[in-house]
């Protein structure tokens, strides 16, 4: 993998002279490689995980939903994931191998919005023949990055 | 009441403790500390490695191994060292498996050296080898090196240091805490010095696998005619993050090593038994699992050595180990004070340089084993430090 992009991928907070000094460029030429890599869209835009849990004002519910789909005559899935990926609630939108068509991450403020929202939004698209929906109960690990974890350092010789 | 100090053997007793200590000792008090101290990987040990030892469990080897480790891994060990540095060793004769490298480090002292025989040993270094020595009754010679010289010992200043009682000289490269490496042309250098003559040498290499830009690490027993008077330890520590494994091994001549055995044998019987199933899993499928971890920890040393540089800090470029070591005499504070003020003010724990030899001071020693989101933050807070300071 392009250095630059693994290290821009675990640590997105660098600063481009910090990433300069790691893979061994100039700050100029790190500022236009990702510069590139983002009109390239190689890089599709930069995201904060965040553990809601932690912040009790907040409410949020999220749902992963399998979808089975008959592809359109034409264009197959790619119009009715388009559909889909325009509505705000949802999250992300993947088409899968194996026992239905889309998994479909949904984001909400209650269990009863999530869903009205597969009801009134998703079931309702021409093509979509049948959903599941899972809720998510608790998150341990997204995007390759440990949730609610309590981790701790525990190295401790003395004489090292 | 029992006079314990009068009943303890006297040189243990009055060896110093750990200049490392206090200061994780402090720490340990402290919230949000972010530390950068200590001398061991971040990284676990590569799944596949600890499944092998998982599994020797399960399958119920849970006993004894042979006195000088498996055969398996003594050959394993052997065939690593002639696939790395084209040395060749008997796994029969040359070769015993030890608890750590520390262990290894021990043995070699004890099985070599008489009390009054002198020990030289380059400093700064790691902590170990001067009590050790001093507990054998030797006297301990330090040899001292210098930011000039990238801490490298040369050979004036080894011809200077030795005597007609010169028994061992320690070879601590690549280093901590300097993160220094001697290059094929430092090491001929030192051999030349050394031939003819009937000095040992320890060669600890436990950073063999982790040097940089670049340079693969020379063993010492690989110069020509050193071999026979070389004992070389390493382990699986730092190279393959087995620090918690304790395991490490020595390679040297037949009639060495058979004494070392001899000793390891009374003192330790034998080393973990499932960390010997993992080590040689690690050595026949972990080379690349060390590629990866060298790749990380360059980055984040290129990251620190340029972060401290900026701060102002006259920052040795280290090419070895995962440490850096700069120099904090700007400041106009000693090792210990500028270690204990930053620890109070800004809880950033690092190392007094004074830790590994007095000419470590006016330095400190920076742990670099630790994510870059924890480095970047440390080297915000040193930031804000310096400034209270009014230092920048």
């Not at chain 2, 009943?7 to 490392?20: C, E, K, Q, Y």
């Not at chain 2, 000793?263 to 034998?270: E, N, S, W």
């Amino acid at each position: 993998m392009d250095k630059i992009l693994s290290v821009l991928k675990d640590n997105p907070r660098l600063s481009d002279s910090q990433i300069a000094a790691m893979v061994g460029l100039t700050e100029e030429e790190v500022g236009e490689r990702i510069a590139d890599f983002e009109k390239s869209g190689v890089i599709c835009g930069y995201n904060t995980v965040i553990d809601w849990e932690k912040l009790e004002e907040t409410e949020k519910v999220t749902a992963i939903i399998e979808l089975k789909v008959t592809p359109r005559k034409d264009t197959g899935f790619e119009s009715i994931a388009e559909e889909i990926m325009a509505f705000d609630e949802v999250e992300s939108v993947n088409l899968m191998s194996g026992g239905y068509d889309f998994s479909v991450c949904v984001a909400g403020k209650t269990f009863q919005e999530i869903a009205m929202f597969v009801a009134k939004r998703l079931a309702p698209i021409d093509s979509v023949i049948s959903t599941t929906t899972h809720f998510i109960l608790k998150r341990y690990k997204q995007d390759g990055i440990l949730i609610s974890s309590d981790c701790e350092d525990e190295r401790g010789a003395d004489i090292l | 009441m029992i006079d314990y100090d009068s009943l303890m053997n006297v040189t243990a007793r009055d060896v110093p403790p750990s200049g490392i200590r206090k200061f994780f000792d402090i720490a340990a008090e402290m919230d949000e500390v972010i530390s950068l101290s200590v001398g061991e990987p971040d990284f676990q040990t590569p799944w596949h490695v600890r499944n092998v030892g998982i599994e020797s469990l399960q399958r119920g080897h849970t006993s004894y191994s042979p006195n000088r480790g498996f055969t398996a891994l003594c050959r394993e060990i052997c065939s690593y060292y002639k696939r790395k540095f084209d040395l060749d060793y008997d796994f029969r004769t040359d070769v015993v498996v030890t608890v750590g490298g520390s262990e290894a480090i021990d043995l070699a002292i004890r099985t070599l050296v008489n009390p009054g025989d002198e020990v030289l040993v380059p400093q700064p270094s790691f902590v170990c080898y001067v009590p050790i020595a001093e507990l054998t009754g030797a006297k301990v010679i330090p040899i001292v090196t210098t930011r000039e010289n990238e801490f490298r010992i040369t050979a004036d200043e080894l011809r200077k240091k030795i005597t007609d009682r010169t028994k061992l000289l320690i070879l601590p490269y690549p280093n901590n805490p300097t993160g220094a490496v001697m290059r094929r042309g430092h090491l001929e250098e030192i051999a030349q010095v050394l031939r003819g003559t009937n000095i040992m040498v320890l060669a600890d290499e436990i950073y063999s696998e982790l040097t940089y830009n670049g340079i693969p690490h020379v063993s010492f027993a690989s110069i020509d005619g050193m071999k026979e008077r070389t004992i070389v330890v390493n382990g699986f520590s730092k190279s393959y993050a087995m620090t918690g494994w304790r395991l490490g091994y020595a390679l040297g001549p037949a009639p060495i090593i058979a004494v070392m055995t001899k000793v390891h044998q009374y003192a330790i019987m034998c080393a973990p038994t499932t960390s010997q199933y993992a080590a040689i899993e690690a050595l026949r499928s972990g080379d690349g699992d060390i590629a990866g971890m060298r790749d990380e920890y360059d980055m984040r040393r290129r990251l620190i050595v340029s972060g401290f540089r900026k701060l102002g800090f006259d920052c040795f470029e280290p090419e070895g180990a995962f440490y850096i070591f700069p120099c904090i005499k700007n400041t106009g504070m000693s090792s210990d004070e500028f270690c204990e003020r930053l620890l109070e003010k800004k809880h950033v724990a690092v190392v007094p340089g004074n830790a590994f030899g007095e000419c470590g001071e006016g330095y400190i020693r920076v742990s670099y084993a630790y994510s870059t989101g924890h480095i970047k933050e440390a080297l915000r807070r040193i930031r804000l430090f310096l400034k209270e300071e009014n230092l920048m």
